[in-house]
């Protein structure tokens, strides 16, 4: 996890993706203060560095640029980053976005605007990563979870999990409350595997004791 929280960077809007209080002047609800996964921190500064830009810089029109969550396919260097795009100058109107993007063989292959609630109240990701040619992305934004999975030429998959998921062995893994049971989306096509109980998903480490 991030040693960094929304109050370390006040002239970051939207630090992590997640409001500054400093700046936004409201305290987000449904964001999970200091859930940046630390392997991002690495992965930001040497996408930005490939890309040649800084991780934050601010436009002619006041409009601050930051990247949020990054990643680098092992095998093509293919990249992949979440940028926030923010003016806050207006105190009355905040114009912010958050897009996915991904550089292919030197080329924007992907350019999607992440759909959320609303992006004023944040965009929080908490797993980006390459599998194979398709990129998949888990983030939070006001009231919901979700996975997105996108290749080139566009959008694959959108799907709403709960807020209790975990990777691993290959499968995104999240609790169904309603259900009462451990659902496995085999990544990155979201085949559905068996559904566990709750003592089978303790019992194969998903889940703590």
């Known amino acids: 996890m991030s040693n960094t929280s929304p109050d370390d960077n006040v002239g970051s809007p939207y630090p992590d993706g997640i409001p500054n209080r400093h700046r936004m002047g409201f305290i987000p ?16 500064k040497t996408v930005a560095g490939l890309l040649d830009r800084p991780v934050q810089f601010e436009d002619e029109h006041k409009y601050v640029h930051e990247i949020t969550a990054a990643a680098i396919h092992p095998e093509t260097r293919w990249l992949a980053w979440v940028e926030c795009i923010c003016n806050d ?10 897009y996915l993007r991904a550089q292919m063989d030197g080329e924007l292959a992907i350019n999607w605007e992440i759909e959320t609630y609303n992006p004023y109240f944040g965009c929080q990701v908490g797993y980006l990563n390459w599998h194979g040619k398709r990129l998949v992305m888990v983030y939070r934004e006001k009231h919901n979870t979700y996975v997105a999975v996108l290749c080139r ?40 595997r068996r559904r566990l109980s709750l003592r089978e998903a303790r019992q194969a480490g998903y889940l703590e004791p």
């Open 29 to 44: 609800v449904g964001l999970v203060m200091g859930a940046h996964p630390a392997e991002f921190n690495d992965a930001i």
């Open 89 to 98: 100058q207006d105190r009355r109107f905040v114009d912010v976005h958050f």
């Open 153 to 192: 030429g566009g959008f694959r998959h959108h799907l709403q999990i709960s807020d209790d998921w975990i990777v691993r062995d290959g499968f995104i893994v999240f609790i169904d409350k309603e259900e009462q049971n451990v659902r496995r989306l085999l990544l990155p096509r979201l085949q559905e």
